[in-house]
């Protein structure tokens, strides 16, 4: 197998903490897998809410095919090895118009994770700019450590856990994730970034996607459950999740109320460590 990523475009990685655009997914294959998507939020009556905007891999076939493309698999594996779970899977849809947005965050702060190795694939099937509220990101901030954040209440903010943090965009400097439909991004656990309210005509529907090396491990009392994609697990430190197969959907369905119990629990423990280590969020 070739080299997908560049020796260039692994050191901007591993400078600035991201890497972007890459194509992955033809206009039919973008096409064809938000209808899957729109599909399943017509069966669930709207907009998908609760466990269901998380780990849809487990119980969706076409969300586990999107994760489990070669193109992201490769281009992952170029940075963070050949042995790889993921930990968690987010879509995140904002409807036009809505003022829905998400605040400055770094993903590491809830996860847990040692060593921060984690990397997050963010899929578009809709153009991604902008206007419609692409993911911003502070170049290079994922080398400066845990950032101190607090908790904001609003109910626009897609975070769960309204983490906010203060950054000052004139000395820190932003830069846009513009993506087209098919095309795809990956960041840094700590790389710090936000996103605005889509003010555009279409929906802007992202798929967000992280990707673990095996031997990273996680600190709360609950072991949280991930799925091993490419590779072997020689550490065990995770309960592995197995892929959606075809005709057993309540399995699947079982498999993923399980996951998403072990990970909430798992997100409130780290809470309390935090709290309890004068963490204000
Ligand atoms: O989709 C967004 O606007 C935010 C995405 C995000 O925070 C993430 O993928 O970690």
Redesign the pocket.
């Known amino acids: 197998m070739g080299q997908t990523l560049s020796d260039a475009a692994i050191e901007q990685y591993r400078e600035k903490g991201y890497l972007s655009p890459m194509l992955c997914l033809s206009v039919p294959e973008v096409a064809q897998y938000r209808d899957f998507l729109e599909a399943m939020e017509f069966d669930h009556g709207g907009a998908l809410r609760g466990i269901y905007q998380f780990k849809p891999h487990i119980h969706q076939r076409w969300a586990y095919e999107v994760a489990t493309h070669p193109t992201v698999l490769d281009a992952v594996s170029e940075i963070i090895g050949p042995n790889i779970l993921i930990i968690q899977y987010?879509v995140?849809i904002?409807e036009p118009g809505s003022d829905s947005f998400?605040s400055w965050?770094q993903?590491g702060t809830y996860f847990g994770l040692a060593p921060f190795e984690h990397i997050?694939a963010?899929m578009a099937l809709s153009p991604s700019n902008r206007k419609t509220?692409c993911?911003e990101v502070i170049p290079g901030s994922h080398v400066k450590g845990q950032r101190s954040s607090y908790a904001v209440e609003n109910a626009n903010n897609?975070l769960t856990t309204g983490q906010h943090i203060d950054v000052d965009l004139e000395t820190e400097g932003v830069d846009l994730l513009e993506l087209e439909p098919g095309e795809f991004s990956l960041?840094h656990t700590m790389l710090l970034?936000n996103?605005q309210p889509n003010r555009g005509a279409d929906r802007r529907i992202?798929l967000?996607i992280s990707y673990i090396p095996t031997h990273v491990s996680c600190s709360s009392p609950t072991q949280v459950s991930a799925m091993l994609v490419r590779g072997v697990d020689t550490y065990h430190h995770f309960e592995l999740e197995a892929p959606p197969e075809p005709g057993k959907p309540i399995e699947a369905l079982q498999q993923h109320a399980h996951a998403m119990k072990v990970w909430r629990q798992s997100r409130r423990e780290q809470l309390k460590m935090r709290e309890s280590a004068g963490v204000k969020a």
């Open positions: 987010t995140w904002k998400v965050h993903d997050t963010w509220g993911v897609m960041h970034h996103s992202g967000g």
